[in-house]
Structure formats: structure tokens, C-alpha cells
């Protein structure tokens, strides 16, 4: 939605290479999460940050929460790792946590 | 293996009827949620439940009801099925912090 704007919205990445996506936000968020949807539509969760980095095999991720942004870092893209990667941000809303997704950024990997 | 399981994977509708998708999890979790996805664009919130026997209105739950008889179960109802409700739903489960958030595989959904 408005509140979460993902960037770029495409992009395209050959075997071996790397690139970040980014996440801004229009208010300040508790928590980012990302997630990554496969070829199958399957949504699987990547990183839930509250602050700081966190690191999974080729995947990286930080969220700055004064500066209302979080990254999503992607090294050494392997042909599996093509799909749509979403965020979403973490808001507390009358007494419980809501996830709002940004419109995604859709990688294709190429040999 | 704990898991979201949604039924059916896909289903076809006759606008003006009533159409029921279930989701079931087995991860324990005490929320669990209802987001629809069109074509090309992100999850939007209908409906979700952190307990019991109670619902609350997500971000467009209009056109949209929710039930949640049991921790393990939670369904959503489309009383009058509309052509504007063809999307791919897909339900979520999660616990205390977002943390552990899974979804279920989705459903998708043809209102004719």
C-alpha cells in the first residue's frame, strides 16, 4: 500500500551476480518482514527485523527504522532465487501487530 | 511439521453464491489471518484473529465475513460471491511476534 513502496519493481539479475532491493516507509514501523514469493506462488518468510542485520546463506538484510527503510541484499542470485520478494512492515494497531505489504520487486535470474 | 494447510486450492463461483475457504494450522499459533492477492500486486488484510471465537476487520474487509470456531481453524465466507472478489487468497498463521509468520499455499479463486 501507500504506507510501504518497494523498489525496483522488476528487476533482472544474470547466475553469479548480486543486487539490493529496497523498502521505504511513510511512518515508522515496529518490524520489517520479507518474504519471497516462488514460481509456485508459495510465500516464504526470508528475515523478521526489528532493528539492525540479520544474515541467511546468500541473503542479507537490514532494517534502519529512523531513517524508515529496510534492504534486502542478494549475492552470488542462483536461478532459484527468481520470484517476487515482497516486505512488509510490521505496525501495532489497536492492540495487535499488522503486517502491510509493499507491491514487491519481481526478480528473474538468467543463466 | 507444522504447517497452514488451505482448502480447496482453487475454486470456481457463481456470482451471487456463497463460497467458504478454510485454512487449518498446526503451529500453535494463537493469530491467524486472511489476505487476498491480485495479479501483479501485494497481500491486502480482510480479516484476522488472535483468539477464539473472535474476528477482527483487517484493511478491506468489506464484502468479506470470518469465522474462527477453534485455535487450529479459521475460515473466510463470501456470503454473495462478486466478480470483483476473484483474487488468490491466502491464509496465515503467527505467533506472539511476527517472527514465525507462515503461510498456507493459497487459494485461488474464479468468481464467473
Known amino acids: 500500500g501507500d504506507q510501504v513502496e518497494q523498489s525496483p519493481s522488476a528487476l533482472s539479475l544474470h547466475e553469479g551476480t548480486g543486487s539490493a532491493l529496497r523498502c521505504n516507509f511513510t511512518?515508522?514501523?515496529?518490524?520489517v518482514q520479507w518474504f519471497q514469493q516462488n514460481s509456485r506462488g508459495s510465500l516464504i518468510n526470508l528475515f523478521y527485523l526489528a532493528s539492525g542485520t540479520k544474515e541467511n546463506g546468500r541473503l542479507k538484510s537490514t532494517f534502519n527504522s529512523k531513517e524508515s527503510y529496510s534492504t534486502l541484499h542478494i549475492r552470488d542470485a542462483q536461478l532459484e532465487d527468481s520470484g517476487t520478494y515482497f516486505c512488509a512492515a510490521e505496525l501495532y494497531q489497536g492492540g495487535s501487530a499488522k503486517l502491510i505489504f509493499g507491491e514487491g520487486t519481481k526478480l528473474t535470474v538468467s543463466s | 511439521e507444522a504447517a497452514v494447510t488451505q482448502s480447496p486450492r482453487s475454486k470456481v463461483a457463481v456470482t451471487g453464491g456463497k463460497v467458504t475457504l478454510s485454512c487449518h494450522q498446526t503451529?500453535?499459533?494463537?493469530?491467524m489471518y486472511w489476505y487476498r492477492q491480485d495479479t501483479g500486486h501485494g497481500l491486502r488484510l480482510i480479516h484476522y484473529?488472535?483468539?477464539?471465537?473472535?474476528?477482527e476487520k483487517g484493511d478491506i474487509p468489506d464484502g468479506y465475513k470470518a469465522s474462527r470456531p477453534s485455535q487450529e481453524n479459521f475460515s473466510l465466507i463470501l456470503e454473495l460471491a462478486s466478480l470483483s472478489q476473484t483474487a488468490v487468497y491466502f491464509c496465515?498463521?503467527?505467533?506472539?511476534?511476527?517472527?514465525?509468520?507462515?503461510f498456507g499455499s493459497g487459494t485461488r479463486l474464479l468468481v464467473i
Open positions: 503451529n500453535n499459533h494463537d493469530y
Open positions: 484473529s488472535y483468539v477464539a471465537d473472535s474476528t
Open positions: 496465515a498463521s503467527s505467533g506472539t511476534t511476527n517472527s514465525d509468520y507462515t
Open positions: 511512518t515508522t514501523m515496529r518490524a
